[in-house]
């Protein structure tokens, strides 16, 4: 795999202020995210994925390990030039419009006039933002500054875009079209980090996860096969009847039932998370839908 995101026994623990460890936060996190991929790191508060993008933006320095971006340290000036980053809370200026705003971060990223001008144009055409684009912020719903944030994430036309609960706060619509445009951005080639609470949007769009829970790797590989659960499976049949649902899968193909589809049962992200958690032995009880808690 091509990888463009990756840590090696990645580490870090948070002192006090003389100098004695205080909370370990990471603890030998190990991770690949390839070339035009989605990938979602998941955890509950305090689990160390603000940590880990930290690290990865070169905001923090790790206390043990290493991590590389576009093959380069966090803190390399050039990989960081194609790196797009949507924090959690949007610290945009109120008093500046949509256009004047990612005119700032287009000179940030030092791109010449044209580059700009085109750069917003497509921007605000692709985040539905035309009809307010000469609106200051300050005017601006929720969901349309959030908008504005991931549009200045894209100025640069960055290779890796790291975003920090890109759905937060979002109704319903505007969530779903944050999903469709994570969508697009993989179709295009680029490739994605993103860390979210918000489990069903990260099923929705992500190829791979890691669940983090006190500071250490607990899940991680593909969505799909995470989800499958191999000691179930789910049988559908078409024109089965009321009798033969009540006998076994082989009973009901002698009475002419046609087998459509036989696979293991997929999990919901949410139950393998929660389940997740609980092993990792905090004293969480979770109790799937109609089942007993796993032991």
């Known amino acids: ?151 200045q994430a894209l100025i640069n036309d960055p290779d890796v875009i790291i975003l920090d609960e890109p759905t937060s706060g979002l109704d319903p619509i505007s969530s779903r079209q944050m999903k469709d445009l994570i969508l697009d951005l993989k179709r295009r080639g680029k490739t994605v980090f993103l860390s979210s609470h918000l489990l069903a949007d990260v099923q929705d769009v992500c190829d791979r996860i890691a669940i983090l829970h006190q500071g250490r790797l607990r899940k991680y590989g593909a969505v799909r096969e995470i989800l499958v659960r191999a000691s179930s499976v789910t049988m559908t049949f078409n024109d089965l009847s009321e009798e033969a649902q009540r006998r076994i899968a082989e009973v009901a193909g002698q009475s002419g039932a046609r087998l459509v589809k036989c696979e293991n049962t997929q999990e919901s992200l949410e139950d393998v998370f929660l389940r997740t958690v609980q092993e990792s032995g905090d004293g969480l009880t979770y109790r799937p839908p109609g089942g007993e808690p796993p032991k």
């Open 1 to 151: 795999m091509d990888a463009l995101i990756r840590t090696q026994n990645l580490t870090k623990v948070y002192k006090d202020f003389w100098g004695r460890p205080r909370l370990k936060a990471l603890d030998d996190l190990s991770i690949e995210v390839g070339r035009g991929e989605v990938f979602g790191i998941l955890g509950p508060n305090g689990s160390g994925k603000t940590t880990t993008i930290k690290i990865l933006l070169g905001l923090l320095f790790p206390t043990a390990g290493q991590a590389w971006v576009l093959g380069k340290p966090p803190s390399d000036v050039a990989a960081k030039a194609r790196i797009g980053f949507l924090p959690e809370e949007s610290y945009l200026y109120r008093f500046l419009d949509a256009d004047e705003t990612l005119d700032f971060f287009g000179r940030l990223f030092r791109l010449d006039r044209d580059t700009r001008r085109k750069r917003i144009d497509e921007l605000i055409e692709l985040f539905g933002l035309k009809h307010a684009r000469k609106r200051r912020l300050q005017e601006y719903s929720k969901g349309m500054v959030r908008r504005v944030s991931f549009a």
